[in-house]
């Protein structure tokens, strides 16, 4: 495959576990790690029965439109273009060979290895299209999304919601929109996009609105940035009647760093505190929370939580 980022970028994100595919990437988290090993799984096996040791985090694409405060990708090195597109079926192909890569070293721990969560880890069954970038600006996203759930695997699809006409079209099991901030000039502060894409945020909502998939809205907060205003979140959220809501803290990680300060971080308590103060605004049941993840979950009562896989 042809390079498509200078060698130091590169070299980075090597050093920073991503394994490059064409222009796409995966990467093991924590909690594939973790579960792995036979310990607690993500956030997503609580919330919803996916299961952290079948879980392919990926990305068709590096490149992003936002600049987020709250990002800890690091996007601020990311090139301006990606070069030729490859063929959905070709990218997924070297993702899951990257996946089964990665993974391969754990079956020479035994002493430290769930070898039945292992051996299940070979066949995986969820992909999260959320690693870094913005998926929908690979052309063929939408055909990526029909190949996946044509492996039979589930797809959950998390997007800033700056490309409205890509969402009335793809149709994965989970949309995701990144709702970070109740207004336009805070959007503007947090998610510092490179064009005036407000407005197409707004479209994007209503697209939600009319998805045929299971829909999130996912609030990301940082204390004294965006963690304020719950009737403005609530007023995006009504626009997009998705199914769940999803109120997460911000971690204080990797580029954000240099953006953040440690104490923009809300504790777990502030999370769930402000999930509730949305669910009353909404209507919507606070349905769980996870606080080692300091994320919380409301329902809209409109699909079952856990997915069949």
Known sequence: MMERFPPPIKERL???????????????????????????QCYKNHFYGIASHRCVQMTPTLLCNHRCLHCWRPIDEMPASSGDWIEPAELLDGVLFEQQRLISGYGGAPETTDLARLEEAKSPAHVAVSLMGEPTLYPMIKELVEEIKGRGMTAFLVTNGT?????????????????NAPDEQTYLKVSNPVADLWGRFLESLEMMRDSPSRTVARLTLARNLNLKDPQGYARLIEIAEPDFVEVKAYMHLGSSRNRLERDSMPTHDEVVEFARDLSEIL??????????????????GSAQEKIEL
């Open 163 to 179: 490309m409205p006409e890509v969402l009335g079209e793809v149709r994965p099991t989970q949309l995701y929109i990144s709702l």
């Open 14 to 40: 090597k050093r920073q576990g991503y394994h490059l595919v064409a222009h796409g990437a995966v990467k093991p988290c924590l909690w594939l790690r973790r579960s792995i090993r036979g310990g607690d």
């Open 283 to 300: 209507g919507y049941r606070f349905a769980d929370h996870v606080p080692l993840s300091r994320v919380a979950l409301l329902s809209r």
